[in-house]
């Protein structure tokens, strides 16, 4: 099955930028969306097709894809920022959506 | 727009249990539903979809052959029935849409419903 690698962990101090990356064989032919999940709380959409941000997203977070890697990028981070980052994709050739592994953002 | 779970609890391996999850705000009807669990302490992990119509659905590897999803449009619900119930289905079950398309990002979630396998 399809699979989208994270990395476990992010620290970063405040004001600092967070990078996380998704990676995954085929997701340079895919769209990428990303969720904030903060404790206790349903998972949250903060970037869309790539790029694209909802209306209560801030603008210091966003979304970029190069070849197989998407990478959500979180400038001037604050302790609000923490919490459990998804990438996920619709995988076409299993017709199945993937989540990735999950990055803990802690905020130093 | 709210979404809301219903019906999990704790259940016996190998038994069936039937969640629901209705939607208010939106034109139910028109859109595909989810549905996503977690497991304490894991990730998020996606479990099925069926399409707005209910013409068409798709489910994760873990769950074919023992899960079945549902919808009824005039009640504005979506259920997943679950049948054979293992130990790791435990899990809290989130039900999500967002998009006619199946391959839409789900943006609206509930709080999830917990089910207990044991």
Redesign the interface.
Known sequence: SYVLTQPPSVSVAPGQTARITCEGDNLKNQVAHWYLQRPGQAPVVVVYDNVDRLSATPDRVSGSKSGNTATLTIGGVEAGDEGDYYCQVWDNVSDQWVFGGGTKLTVL | VQVVESGGGVVQPGRSLKVSCEVSGLTFKNYAM?W?RQAPGK????VA?ISYDGSSE????SVKGRFSVSRDNSRDTVYLQMNSLRVDDTALY?CAS?SKM??G???Y????TLVNVS
Do not use: H, S, T
Request: proline content about 9%.
């Open positions: 989810n996503v990730g998020l992990e996606w979809v798709y489910y994760a590897d989130y967002g199946v391959r990002v789900p943006i979630w509930g709080p999830g």
